[in-house]
């Protein structure tokens, strides 16, 4: 299967990704992404906190993928829309 490019939004606190031809990164505020979270415009939440920090708290329905995986787990990213990557 093909890896399709990835676009990605980020804060300090929460990354967007998008799958596009030409991967870019520009930044949102976290009260954008929460507006976002709201409106269902994420197809997908991940975490990529370690596991520990990730059971201490975590965005309800979000999946972990610890930062050191996402590149090797880029299929387990939704492809039907935007995903809001957390860290």
């Known amino acids: 299967r093909t890896k399709a490019p ?3 939004y980020t804060t300090g606190m929460a990354t967007q990704v998008h799958r596009s ?3 870019t ?3 949102v505020t976290a009260q ?3 507006r976002a979270l709201q409106s269902g415009e ?3 939440v991940i975490d990529v906190r370690s596991p520990d920090e990730y059971a ?5 329905g979000a999946l972990n993928i610890p930062l050191d995986e996402v590149e090797s787990r880029l299929d387990d990213l939704a492809r039907s829309g935007p995903v809001l ?3």
């Open 6 to 8: 990835i676009r990605a």
């Open 21 to 23: 031809a030409s991967p």
């Open 25 to 27: 990164a520009s930044v």
């Open 32 to 34: 954008e992404a929460m």
């Open 42 to 44: 994420f197809a997908q």
């Open 56 to 60: 201490t708290g975590h965005i309800p």
């Open 85 to 87: 990557v957390v860290c």
